[in-house]
């Protein structure tokens, strides 16, 4: 298996080597040559397998230059109950990622069991365990910087932590996530850890990643890394529960199911879309947006409209204050025809600041065969769906999961399976968990005090030649 870029001027490169890189030389971001496609008889046979089994027979069509024998135990050594252990909603850990019933026809699977109780694990846990074996091998280091809005930093400390030859700078955006969130990241003593808050949005830290990536002689030198969800294992590790929760939720490869993904960075939504190419039954996927809704807008106009960091709304479901998507590149290639001149002219627009319309052009009229639909929720929405699953189905959802409910709702079929995909355990987000029930969202007896432990942070401008310094001084 090779990977290509979806902007066209990066020569093809095996799994280990975009592993280490994140985005490509020319800018764009990799993407299998071709998505590998799942028989009927593979899916029967992988219906009965563990979560850990189910993600080797998948990942091995996509990362084929890892002895199979290696890749079996590295998936092994990651998918277990103990690394994904805070289950609730009488959930099972023996299946990772279990369904919760709220009626017939509705779940949601439980992404959030790992250390920080977010999605994010489900692939980091992995990618810590990946860049530790392909360093070892290669007898490098890598110095990793990345970007979160709230989840993606604390997810990624938690899997590079006490890791060899690994150092992580994460950049997140000063006083704008969750307390929960900032003590998780803030707290760890590890010595190759490194938190650097920036004045502004996610979308300026974000910015600041990119733009050190596209200085190919700095990454070079620094041996710069990427751990957001540009990094393509990332999306190829959340394309497995896909499968998984498409095997629980039916008892027949002959049926369809639709997945309701809130969504910010498209990386967790464009997984589902692979597993989609890849031939799992999905009917649509359902996009979930908050109050930033610039993919709602696109998949309702056919115009991407990025937005400034003034523009960008700071809300209770923080990991979604996004404005530009970084994986909807992926996307908008499949779009297009895999046509990386085209995704090359519209980047060249994103990356001033534009927006583009594909709505008049003939690249609009595949949409319908990628099933997409899409919705947005309020901070309005928010409390008022976290108070209905509570009252109806007994479930205490976190703020993102209820943007997704919300939108599930509104975009049912009768007779097809829904599955929302929860992002997060309420834990996170106490403020809103208590404005919305007026009580305590219980949290692992391990995390209790985490917000009261001495925090280790850098608070910097948003300036991408002093963040630059700060890295230098530190390898």
Request: aromatic share 10%; glycine share 6%; net charge negative.
């Amino acid at each position: 298996m090779r990977y290509i870029s979806t902007r066209g001027q990066s020569a093809p490169q095996a799994f280990c080597d975009i592993l280490l890189g994140g985005l490509a030389p020319d800018g764009g971001l990799y993407l299998p040559e071709t998505y590998p496609q799942v028989t009927r008889a593979e899916l029967d046979a992988w219906r009965k397998l563990s979560y850990a089994d189910l993600a080797y027979e998948i990942l091995s069509k996509f990362i084929t230059d890892i002895p199979p024998a290696d890749l079996k135990a590295l998936v092994a050594k990651t998918y277990t109950a103990d690394v994904y252990r805070f289950t609730r909603n009488g959930g099972k850990a023996a299946e990772i990622t279990p369904l919760t019933k709220l009626e017939d026809g509705l779940y949601t699977q439980e992404l959030s069991n790992g250390p920080t109780l977010a999605f994010k694990d489900m692939a980091m846990q992995l990618l810590g365990n990946l860049f530790e074996y392909v360093l070892d091998k290669r007898g490098e280091s890598i110095n990793i910087l990345g970007a979160t809005s709230g989840d993606t930093g604390s997810a990624a400390e938690y899997a590079m932590r006490g890791k060899h030859n690994v150092k992580v700078f994460m950049l997140s955006p000063d006083g704008k996530m969750s307390a929960f969130q900032r003590a998780q990241m803030y707290s760890l003593t590890d010595a190759n850890i490194f938190n650097i808050a920036v004045r502004g949005m996610f979308d300026d830290a974000q910015d600041i990643v990119k733009a050190v990536s596209n200085d190919a002689a700095f990454k070079k030198q620094y041996k710069i890394g990427a751990v957001n969800s540009i990094n393509w294992a990332r999306v190829a590790a959340q394309i497995v529960y896909y499968f998984q929760g498409y095997f629980l939720a039916t008892k027949s490869n002959d049926e369809q199911v639709a997945f309701c993904v809130p969504s910010g960075n498209f990386g967790n939504i464009c997984a589902g879309h692979i597993a989609r190419q890849m031939g799992l039954p999905i009917a649509k996927l359902v996009l979930a947006t908050n109050e930033n809704d610039v993919l709602d807008e696109f998949f309702k106009t056919g115009v991407y409209r990025p937005r400034s960091s003034k523009e960008t709304n700071v809300t209770s479901s923080p990991s979604m204050d996004i404005s530009k998507a970084s994986n909807f590149e992926r996307f908008v290639f499949d779009l297009v025809g895999r046509d990386p001149a085209v995704v090359a002219e519209l980047w060249a627009k994103v990356d001033k600041g534009e927006a583009f319309d594909l709505s008049a052009t003939v690249h609009w009229q595949n949409m319908p065969k990628f099933a997409f639909v899409s919705g947005r929720s309020t901070h309005a929405d928010r409390l008022a769906t976290i108070l209905l699953a509570q009252q109806k189905y007994g479930v205490m959802l976190d703020t993102h999961t209820a943007d997704g409910l919300k939108v599930a709702l509104e975009n049912r079929t009768p007779g097809q399976t829904m599955i929302v995909l929860e992002t997060a355990q309420p834990a996170k987000f106490e403020e809103t968990i208590r404005e919305a029930l007026n009580t305590e969202p219980v949290r692992p007896a391990e995390l209790q005090g985490i917000e009261k432990l001495e925090q280790h942070v850098v608070v910097m401008d948003p300036d991408v030649a002093a963040i630059k310094q700060f890295v230098v001084e530190r390898v």
